[in-house]
């Protein structure tokens, strides 16, 4: 089954909005994310819906983070995507009338509960000023190490 990397992705976009002085476009970013600019153009209109991002029209127009990298939390994307699901596993429900199925469904959904309300609450201490500190971090070791080695 194929998992959903959407807030990956606009993670990553983001990141790299960030990185510029001046509004990235749809192609652009369809670029660095391997996708379709339509495909970018329907993500962002949800994320300019939620207040994330905003966007003009024309030349030097494009796609511009709203609030700073402090502001935002990875819980805030996730909520802007409309909170995709979290998890590929689920419960078997041919039989509601089995007890042995109601007690393994009761315990799986207790333990999905208990994962998704871990994980959201993870996704909402993690700004994107976060990553973008992480990535930089990670870029400098990366540029020493090749100087090292060059």
Not at 78 to 97: D, I, K, R
């Amino acid at each position: 089954m194929k998992r959903n990397s959407r807030l990956s992705a606009v993670l990553h976009a983001l990141l790299h909005m960030a990185e510029r002085d001046r509004p990235m476009t749809s192609e652009e970013l369809s670029a660095c994310l391997h996708t379709n600019p339509v495909v970018v153009r329907r993500t962002m209109a949800g994320l300019r819906e939620a207040g994330l991002v905003t966007s003009g029209r024309g030349h030097g127009g494009g796609w511009m983070l709203a609030r700073t990298l402090q502001e935002v939390t990875m819980r805030d994307i996730y909520a802007a995507l409309g909170e995709p699901m979290l998890f590929q596993m689920g419960n078997v429900t041919e039989s509601p009338g089995c007890l042995v199925e109601q007690a393994v469904n009761h315990a799986l959904d207790d333990a999905f509960r208990n994962a998704e309300a871990m994980l959201i609450a993870r996704l909402g201490e993690v700004t994107l000023a976060t990553l973008a500190e992480d990535f930089k971090r990670r870029f400098a070791e990366h540029r020493a190490a090749v100087k090292q080695h060059g």
